[in-house]
């Protein structure tokens, strides 16, 4: 379908005047005295910042060579990426050009008849360092890939001293790379992990808006606590540089907030799930997926101070619903990375973790279990496996024990584990009929075990008041919150699910340090 291009009313007064030579004198507010302007020659301005207008196309890229190889011999083509490495024989030389689209660069053949041929002569193109290479697709002799590219025009944009770049042709610890996450993301490694991580991203928005879901921007800024846990960022201009705001003080309200910004304590998000459910009570179906916080002083391959929360909410709906939908939104990721990141994920099959392009198929085959906290807790203690941490009903479920159910005890099927101890949950959670346990689900994955946790919502706000004041919380952060049971209450559920963990899962990183651009963690916010 045709659409008319529009220019915005004053930006197209703005350049009739330029193109006109228009110039006029600017009048002042009414009643007061004109502001004099000088007269400015707009048409020279117009010529010095001249610029020739450009239709966007997307430049060829590595990917765009390598997936279709055969219709791009004999063409001529230009190719602008980073050199990985650069081997020189007598001569000609060969360099591994990669734009960051795919794992493996593209080979260009540098002889002595291309221009620029001196660059790689004299050093000046070196590893790391970014050039343009034109010349003509032909096909590869050696092994390995079907193409390379005979040069016949090389161009230095920037250079990298040989001697100082810390990415040469060798392994490096993952540790190293934390170091320099300003570079790691040229490493075959972490490139995979932010071209997966960007196409599970997209994943997601397409899953939610093909399936009616509107999504949310919840701020980041907060009053309230959505967890309960106490392990916020307070947010503040009261505190100088290096002085500590006990949460004691806080608490007790010794501290006066009157003067501060906001004039109330304030911290980052842990979650946006209670203004996710504001919005489900009107537009039904929404979600959330944004930065979330947690000032957790672990530094375990797990944890992260700063990570990305994808949160659902389902209006007229319970907690059958949102299993159903949780586990059609992970196979519907998985299968999208499948399709799209098929080199990627088959790198991280071979030098990450063995299985995994296995384990991530069959998941989007299977049905996924459901069992309850109690019979799960049962399961555990009659397995006869010595776990370190011991089993007990109104006890959390630890990792190990999460991984020994999905992993031994249903042979890699994920499974979901519903109504949990009201104790061990949060207070937001619909309390089931026994009073003892509340309708809330985990979902627990091979390799990983807690991927998703959900629940359906206490709509009833008589119980929701009395579960928020057991839980040592003030009602009065929460007086919105409530307002939603007060006028129009619906039964709704849904879900959160740390996008990291989903990361990990899917290229089988082990530290969830490195499955995020800048992790943040204690002592660690460089970059």
């Not at 070196?126 to 002799?141: D, I, Q």
């Not at 790198?347 to 906290?373: H, M, P, Q, W």
């Not at 004041?469 to 919150?481: I, N």
């Not at 307002?483 to 082990?510: I, K």
């Amino acid at each position: 379908m045709a659409v008319a291009h529009r220019t915005f009313p004053r930006l197209a007064h703005a350049l009739l005047r330029r193109r006109t030579g228009n110039t006029r004198r600017a009048r002042g507010i009414q009643g007061r005295t004109p502001i004099r302007c000088a007269s400015v020659d707009t048409h020279a301005t117009e010529v010095h910042l001249a610029r020739t207008r450009k239709t966007f196309t997307p430049r060829l890229r590595v990917c765009d060579l390598r997936a279709e190889p055969t219709p791009w011999i004999g063409e001529k083509v230009k190719l602008q990426g980073w050199v990985r490495t650069i081997r020189k024989q007598k001569t000609f030389a060969f360099l591994e050009v990669n734009d960051g689209s795919a794992v493996t660069g593209l080979q260009a053949v540098v002889d002595e008849t291309c221009e620029g041929v001196q660059l790689v002569r004299g050093g000046g193109v070196a590893t790391g360092a970014a050039v343009t290479v034109e010349g003509t697709v032909v096909e590869s002799p050696g092994g390995g890939q079907a193409v390379e590219l005979r040069a016949t025009k090389l161009t230095l944009v920037g250079g990298a001293d040989p001697n100082t770049y810390p990415l040469q042709k060798k392994r490096h610890s993952f540790e190293f790379l934390r170091g320099i996450a300003h570079l790691r993301p040229r490493t075959n490694t972490i490139g995979a992990v932010s071209r997966v991580r960007s196409a599970l991203a997209f994943a997601t928005h397409a899953f939610f808006r093909e399936n009616g879901f509107q999504y949310v921007h919840s701020p980041i800024i907060t009053a309230s606590d959505c967890e309960g846990a106490g392990e916020q960022f307070l947010v503040t201009t009261k505190v100088a540089p290096g002085e500590k705001l006990p949460e004691e003080a806080i608490k007790s309200g010794e501290i006066d907030f009157a003067g501060d910004f906001f004039e109330k304590p304030a911290y980052l998000t842990v979650s946006g799930q209670l203004n996710a459910e504001m919005f489900a009570c009107a537009l039904s179906n929404v979600y959330t997926f944004g930065p979330t916080f947690r000032a957790e002083n672990s530094n375990t391959s797990r944890h992260l101070a700063e990570f990305w929360m994808i949160e659902p909410e389902l209006a007229f709906a319970d907690l059958d619903d949102v299993i159903a939908c949780a586990e059609a939104y992970l196979k519907f990721c998985i299968s999208y990375v499948l399709k799209n990141c098929s080199e990627d994920i088959e790198f991280f099959n071979k030098f990450i973790e063995k299985g995994l392009l296995d384990r991530l198929i069959a998941l989007t085959e299977k049905d996924f279990e459901v069992i309850s906290y109690t019979r799960a807790v049962q399961i555990l203690e009659e397995s006869g496996n010595k776990f370190e941490y011991p089993v007990a009903w109104g006890v959390d479920l630890q990792s190990e024990h999460e991984r020994f159910l999905t992993e031994k005890v249903f042979d890699g099927c994920p499974v979901f584990v519903t109504d949990y101890p009201k104790g061990i949950k949060a207070f937001y959670m619909r309390l089931n009929d026994d009073g003892q346990t509340v309708a809330a689900m985990d979902m627990l994955v091979p390799g990983v075990g807690e991927m998703i946790g959900g629940s359906q919502r206490e709509e009833r706000l008589d119980v929701l008041q009395e579960r928020i004041t057991s839980s040592g919380l003030d009602l009065e952060p929460y007086q919105g919150y409530l307002d939603l049971r007060r006028y129009g209450s619906v039964p709704h559920a849904g879900f959160g699910l740390g996008f990291e963990r989903l990361v990990q899962y899917v290229t089988g990183m082990e530290n969830i340090r490195d499955v995020i651009p800048f992790p943040r963690y204690p002592g660690h916010a460089d970059f």
